[in-house]
């Protein structure tokens, strides 16, 4: 398994699903180091949320597609879950196969080991209706791991917390986590970048948007933290016309993403005891 996961990673970057990279206002990159799309590499040792966050991988079984994005620990009483983005589990409404995640990882190197995906969960919607930016708001999902003896939270240290956000609800100096890949970006490293947010749209659960970062090919499904909480998944990048680029950032929004956070958890502790 380890070698099948780790032939993936180091695939040609243009494996990867990549996205359209419009440079960021060098006024607008606010990470110290920030590149033309406001990312900066992390610094090792990784500590705190950056050890719990990693690469979520998996195949298209009818395209064949290798899919990549990043993932996060999320605190659960299953110890056992990873936040991404829904559509890093489900990829033109097919539910994903091979699906595996790397906490940690760096550069060729699965610090914390590999665990396959044994359960999923997405809001319906984002299953049964074809895709389309008014499903942004609900592009967040929940992966559940195989235990290796342990629990995954027993070898990579507590999950986050959960940091729910109604619309409207702007955020100052959120950062954000992914491994971008792609023109630019030859290994699979952590990068970082600040951002504020503003609101995305008017309806449903609301979105951030942030116009200081552009999330590369590969930075799906990264955490967005504030305050040492998780608030939100990275969604997309510019998914509506824009020359200057920004990133669409789904909230961790109420009621809804705690009913399928509690599902989840309940899920995977009865598997637990099974």
Not at 28 to 54: H, N, S
Not at 191 to 215: F, I, K, Q
Not at 240 to 263: I, Q
């Amino acid at each position: 398994m380890l070698r099948l996961v780790l032939s993936l990673l180091l695939l040609d970057p243009s494996a990867v699903i990549e996205v359209s990279q419009r440079n960021i206002p060098a006024p607008r990159v606010l990470t110290p180091d920030g590149d033309r799309l406001g990312y900066a590499p992390v610094p090792r040792p990784f500590t705190g949320a950056r050890q719990l966050t990693g690469v979520l991988v998996g195949r298209d079984s009818v395209t064949g597609q290798d899919i990549m994005c990043g993932g996060t620990v999320i605190g659960s009483r299953s110890r056992s879950l990873v936040l991404t983005a829904a559509h890093c589990l489900y990829h033109q409404g097919r539910l994903l196969g091979r699906l595996t995640f790397l906490p940690g990882y760096d550069r060729g190197r699965a610090r914390h080991g590999v665990w396959p995906v044994v359960r999923s969960w997405v809001p319906a919607r984002w299953r049964n209706q074809p895709y389309s930016t008014e499903l942004l708001p609900y592009d967040v999902g929940l992966a559940g791991v195989v235990r290796r003896g342990r629990p995954l939270e027993a070898v990579t240290g507590r999950g986050l917390t959960a940091m729910p956000t109604t619309r409207g609800t702007a955020l100052h100096g959120l950062e954000l986590l992914g491994y971008p890949a792609g023109k630019g970006y030859p290994r699979l490293r952590l990068h970082r970048c600040l951002g504020d947010t503003t609101e995305g749209v008017s309806e449903g659960p609301g979105l951030m948007v942030t116009r200081n970062c552009h999330a590369a090919a590969g930075g799906s499904g990264g955490p967005a933290l504030y305050g040492g909480a998780v608030a939100g998944v990275v969604s997309s990048s510019s998914p509506l016309s824009d020359t200057k680029g920004y990133t669409v950032l789904t909230r961790l929004g109420g009621r809804p993403f705690e009913r399928m956070l509690a599902k989840a958890d309940r899920a995977m502790r009865a598997e637990r005891k099974d």
